[in-house]
């Protein structure tokens, strides 16, 4: 190195302060009767591992954005979206009916008015994903969700996953599912694995732009061969 | 080892170009998340001053999801610039429509260079995804083509920095446009602005979220600034281009983005 005093230093630049970048996540959870045990258990526990696991990731921890919205005796939003440097998962406990087609309305509704927050903060975002867990079947009127989340999913707004447990009806589940993502079933209730996998996959995504097409880690760590 | 260290892709100065009146500083440098999954650097670079007073440059970001990104995106950027050069050779565009059609038909150059490599490797285009920013100075002109993200930032002589092309409305930040898509030509921009442009800057989008301000997409001035001012008295634009990769690699720039990223300062000599 020479000792003369360098003709161009570019730390004297200084960043712009800008907003996080966010990548929303909406986690669609039955919590209906037929959820009580150990399910629900297995459940709760697997959004701790969810949440220690996506905070491993500094970055991501930072940009991963999540809400939780459950359906059972009612559909409520038990989380609102929060980063998950903040998030501490609420406990949840199971009874009544599954509204999924109300419970995926208002995720979508929720989206949107998370999407118009961003843009009046200047912060850009990622495409949102759903994660819909289910135990059953809707037993609401539920074409009219499936439709508005498969257009939206087929023109790239939303990154739509659904997962079966235990006696979910998987006919019906691909119907509202999309059509180039059907529904995988749960490996028993190895939530675990799936929380996992999803804030790995969270990751990934949040990681930066890697184009149109995300190669996601592969499932078959918790999903259940089906026939 | 420097299994933690990012890779740089610093190019060799052209001996023309020390002895030219133009001024380059730049750098492509590997993200985090690179070094860590691992992926090598998929932003590359490449410029060539004409003459005296015209000046091209290319900066492409290869696509995570395409196989050979690296490689498209090298490609891409190198046979923009080359293709500029050949067609200047034989003539030069006199009026904003000559100049915007040479940018129109130098990402059909590029697009087709891919095409041919895909056939070569026995691979499909796809593969070679890459975006591509494409800029051209002249004493009259600023001529800009554009796909996918990344930015053109310009220190005009009246003292006004500008964002002089910009990425497409792109809702969201990892869906993006590539020169290999079908129907690339009528998605990308391209402009030719009659422009007395100081310096410019090229970035890819791994250098936006740091550069850009997001809730009215300007260029941040205590970022831009600072480095334009010192372009006119850099001697050795190696060890400058050096400096600016160290910079880029550094916490203070990697606590906001992990993604590759690449900045090209372009200037003129103090006279």
């Given at each position: 190195m020479s000792d003369e005093s360098p003709d161009f230093d570019a730390k004297v630049a200084s960043v712009a302060e800008n907003p996080e970048q966010r990548c929303p996540c909406i986690l669609l959870l039955d919590v209906s009767g037929s959820m009580d045990g150990a399910p629900i258990n297995q459940l709760n526990a697997g959004l701790h591992t969810f949440r220690d696991s996506i905070r491993k990731n500094e970055l991501a921890s930072m940009r991963v954005e999540v809400a939780i919205l459950t359906f059972g005796k009612v559909v409520e939003l038990k989380q609102d979206f929060i980063t998950v440097d903040q998030f501490n998962p609420p406990l949840l406990s199971a009874r009544g009916q599954t509204p999924m087609g109300a419970a995926i309305n208002l995720a979508l509704d929720k989206l949107e008015e998370r999407k118009q927050i961003y843009k009046q903060a200047g912060i850009s975002y990622f495409r949102p994903w759903v994660f819909l867990i289910t135990d059953g079947e809707p037993t609401d009127e539920w074409h009219s969700a499936a439709t508005r989340i498969q257009a939206m999913e087929e023109r790239k707004g939303v990154t739509f996953f659904v997962v079966g447990v235990d006696k979910a009806n998987l006919t019906t589940l691909a119907q509202i599912a999309p059509k180039n993502r059907p529904p995988v079933k749960l490996n028993g209730l190895d939530f675990a694995s799936m929380f996992i996998w999803l804030s790995s996959s969270l990751g990934k995504v949040s990681d930066s732009k890697i184009g149109a097409q995300v190669a996601l880690p592969?499932?078959?760590?918790?999903t259940a061969i089906t026939a | 080892m420097t299994a933690d260290q990012p890779q740089i892709s610093l190019y060799p100065i052209d001996p023309d170009l020390a002895a030219s009146k133009w001024i380059v500083v730049g750098a492509s440098v590997q993200g985090t998340s690179h070094i860590k999954i691992p992926l090598p650097c998929q932003d590359a670079h490449a410029y060539k001053a004409i003459n005296a007073s015209i000046f091209v440059a290319a900066v492409a970001d290869g696509l995570g999801?395409?196989?050979y990104a690296q490689a498209g995106a090298q490609l891409a950027a190198a046979s923009a610039v080359a293709f500029v050069e050949q067609q200047l050779a034989a003539e030069t565009p006199g009026d904003e429509a000559g100049w915007v059609q040479l940018a129109r038909d130098c990402f059909l150059a590029a697009c087709a260079r891919l095409e041919a490599e895909a056939q070569k490797d026995q691979a499909v285009l796809r593969d070679y995804s890459t975006t591509l920013i494409l800029a051209i100075l002249t004493p009259d002109w600023l001529v800009t083509g554009h796909i996918g993200d990344g930015v053109v930032v310009a220190s005009l002589e009246d003292g006004d920095l500008v964002l002089a092309s910009q990425p497409m409305n792109e809702e969201y930040v990892n869906v993006t446009y590539p020169l290999t898509m079908p129907d690339m030509i009528h998605i990308a921009e391209f402009k030719a602005s009659p422009a007395k442009v100081k310096a410019l800057a090229l970035l890819s989008d791994g250098m936006q979220h740091v550069s850009?301000?997001?809730?009215?997409?300007?260029?941040h001035p205590p970022f831009f600034e600072p480095l334009f001012r010192q372009l006119p008295g850099v001697k050795d634009m190696h060890k400058a281009s050096q400096n600016l990769a160290e910079f880029m690699a550094s916490e203070q720039i990697c606590a906001h983005t992990d993604d590759d990223k690449t900045l090209l300062l372009i200037g003129r000599q103090r006279v």
């Open positions: 592969p499932t078959s760590d918790w | 999801s395409a196989v850009i301000r997001t809730v009215d997409h300007t260029p």
